[in-house]
């Protein structure tokens, strides 16, 4: 029902920052949030941060709060993930994913992924 691209990952040194993109195209009215997450190597995916797609709640994981802003611009159908103080235990894909309906549903659609290396 949608389908989502990331963009923005790459490297970074310890204490830098980037800034993650994820464009969203296909059935986007039915979208209750976005959510970031991240993988890093021999580890299970864990969620990073949410945002109501036409709300203004948002959610942290405390590994990022204070660090890591998301946000949405819904003109264009695209989700955002400010990184800064970065460190090197964000090194991960990160993938932006769309849960539609309502807040119970699962983050069914995921994007490719983007990788994330933070140098110390």
């Known amino acids: 029902q949608v389908q989502l691209v990331e963009s923005g990952g790459g490297l970074a040194q310890a204490g830098g920052s980037l800034r993650l993109s994820c464009i969203v195209s296909?059935?986007?009215?039915?979208?209750?949030?976005m959510g970031w997450f991240r993988q890093a190597p021999g580890k299970e995916r864990e969620f990073v941060a949410d945002?109501?797609?036409?709300?203004?709640?948002?959610n942290y994981a405390g590994s990022v709060k204070g660090r890591f802003t998301i946000s949405r611009d819904n003109a264009k159908n695209t989700g955002y993930l400010q990184m800064n103080s970065l460190k090197p235990e964000d090194t991960a894909v990160y993938y932006c994913?769309?849960?539609?309906?309502?807040?119970?549903?699962?983050?069914?659609?995921w994007g490719q992924g983007t990788q994330v290396t933070v140098s110390s």
């Open positions: 994913a769309a849960k539609m309906g309502d807040a119970g549903a699962p983050y069914d659609y």
């Open positions: 296909g059935r986007t009215f039915s979208m209750y949030a």
């Open positions: 945002i109501m797609w036409y709300g203004k709640s948002t």
